[in-house]
């Protein structure tokens, strides 16, 4: 081989070297941190709430209205018009570019996933009202938390918002259904802070049993079920 081709290969074979490390640690590191549960505390006097996913992205799920708060005076139920009632609200939080451009798997691209996974990106909150209270299934699960923490995963909540004059600052026209919206968000997405990480993240404030450090969905599910 010539010096010319050892030139050349050396740092490309260090690089892939390089990147299959750390693809290594990343898995090992995500597993282990969704495997291993923190909290779990016993509930006294419960207040109930929802954990839903698709099987890639978590939500919270709460009701709208409880003695601790209401949801509309801080996300206006102007911005959904086509709502009559307002029983539960799903809030989740992600990469604004996945969430805006990927309203189906199928219109999913190789440079929207790579954006999301590989660069340190922009972030919205997705918003759904319901008139309704969710349905319990392997996909959506009711959970008891302790009701006097129900004031900080509250306070979590509206601190993943960025505001402008002190208001929620809707993305409009960008919803997937007729009950959903998308809001500016604060912070950004990376493999270490993903959508699940911000659900995890919640739940822990929450004192609810989940996953150390969870980035995918089967890290909190799993402790949920």
Same mark, same amino acid.
């Not at 990343?26 to 709430?49: M, P, R, T």
């Not at 409009?172 to 950004?188: H, I, L, Q, T, V």
């Not at 739940?203 to 079920?225: C, E, N, P, Q, Y």
């Given at each position: 081989?010539?010096?010319?081709?050892?030139?050349? #290969? %050396?740092?490309?074979?260090?690089?892939?070297?390089?990147?299959?490390?750390?693809?290594?640690?990343?898995?090992?590191?995500?597993?282990? !941190?969704?495997?291993?549960?923190?909290? !779990?505390?016993?509930?006294?006097?419960?207040?109930l709430? =929802?954990?839903?996913?698709? !099987?890639?992205?978590?939500?919270?799920? #709460?009701?709208?209205?409880?003695?601790? =708060?209401?949801?509309?005076t801080?996300?206006?139920?102007?911005d959904?018009p086509?709502?009559?009632?307002?029983? $539960?609200?799903?809030?989740?939080?992600?990469?604004k570019?996945?969430?805006?451009?990927?309203p189906?798997w199928?219109?999913?691209?190789?440079?929207?996933?790579?954006?999301?996974?590989?660069?340190?990106?922009?972030t919205?909150?997705?918003?759904?009202? $319901?008139?309704?209270?969710?349905?319990?299934?392997?996909?959506?699960?009711?959970?008891?938390?302790?009701?006097?923490?129900?004031?900080?995963?509250?306070?979590y909540?509206?601190?993943?918002?960025?505001?402008?004059?002190?208001?929620?600052?809707?993305?409009?026209?960008?919803?997937?259904?007729?009950?959903?919206?998308?809001?500016?968000?604060?912070?950004?997405?990376?493999?270490? %802070?993903?959508?699940?990480?911000w659900?995890?993240? !919640?739940? %822990?404030?929450?004192?609810?049993?989940?996953?150390?450090?969870? #980035?995918?969905?089967?890290?909190?599910?799993?402790?949920?079920?």
């Amino acid at each position: 081989m010539s010096y010319f081709l050892k030139y050349i #290969l %050396k740092p490309i074979g260090g690089a892939i070297e390089f990147f299959l490390a750390f693809a290594m640690l990343y898995f090992i590191f995500s597993v282990l !941190g969704g495997v291993i549960a923190v909290n !779990g505390i016993e509930v006294e006097d419960a207040q109930l709430i =929802y954990v839903r996913t698709n !099987g890639v992205h978590t939500d919270l799920c #709460l009701p709208v209205v409880t003695e601790d =708060y209401d949801w509309k005076t801080f996300i206006p139920a102007e911005d959904f018009p086509n709502n009559e009632h307002f029983e $539960f609200i799903a809030i989740g939080w992600g990469d604004k570019g996945f969430f805006l451009d990927t309203p189906e798997w199928s219109d999913l691209t190789f440079s929207t996933a790579f954006h999301a996974a590989f660069t340190s990106s922009p972030t919205a909150m997705h918003v759904q009202y $319901f008139d309704y209270e969710p349905a319990v299934s392997e996909n959506c699960l009711a959970i008891e938390m302790e009701k006097n923490l129900y004031p900080d995963l509250i306070e979590y909540i509206r601190n993943s918002f960025e505001l402008k004059s002190e208001k929620v600052e809707l993305i409009p026209n960008r919803g997937y259904w007729k009950n959903d919206n998308f809001y500016e968000a604060k912070g950004s997405y990376h493999l270490f %802070k993903t959508c699940n990480r911000w659900t995890n993240k !919640g739940l %822990k404030v929450a004192g609810v049993k989940t996953g150390a450090f969870a #980035l995918w969905s089967d890290g909190i599910m799993r402790h949920l079920r």
